[in-house]
């Protein structure tokens, strides 16, 4: 039973470090060999944020602007269910919300240079 309870620990633990939308932080360790008594080269830490996209919403119709190109754009309802996915190779778009029911969705941006997605989030 404890070696469960480890083995789901890790994988919680790896899954909150796959986090797709937002900031994920990379360490950098350089390969230096260490003597039994020296101290560690210090580690680099970068913090990688989601481009910004302009999301706005009037009425029925969604407008997204980006200055980098936007590969996708995926609907998603508050449940993750995939509900829209549209290719396209632009910088900006309108999509039409008419036909969702009432409720919030998720918004994911993704870009063509494969960078982390923008996030954002609607109600109707």
């Known amino acids: ?3 469960i309870l480890i083995i789901l620990t890790f994988l919680a633990a790896f899954q909150c470090e796959k986090a797709d939308a937002a900031s994920v932080r990379r360490r950098y360790v350089p390969p230096v060999p260490v003597q ?5 080269p210090a580690t680099e830490v ?6 910004p996209v302009s999301f706005v919403q009037y009425g ?3 407008d997204i602007n980006s200055n980098y190109k936007i590969d996708r754009i995926d609907i998603y309802s508050i449940n993750g269910t995939l509900l829209s996915s549209r290719r396209l190779n632009d910088y900006q778009t309108s999509i ?3 036909d969702f029911d009432a409720g919030m969705y998720i918004v994911v941006t993704r870009f063509v240079d ?6 954002n989030k609607f109600v109707k």
Request: no cysteine; charged share 25%.
């Open 46 to 51: 970068q913090s990688v944020e989601p481009r």
């Open 1 to 3: 039973m404890r070696k």
């Open 114 to 119: 494969g960078w982390l997605p923008a996030v």
């Open 36 to 40: 039994w008594g020296e101290a560690m």
């Open 60 to 62: 029925r119709v969604i």
């Open 96 to 98: 039409e919300t008419g």
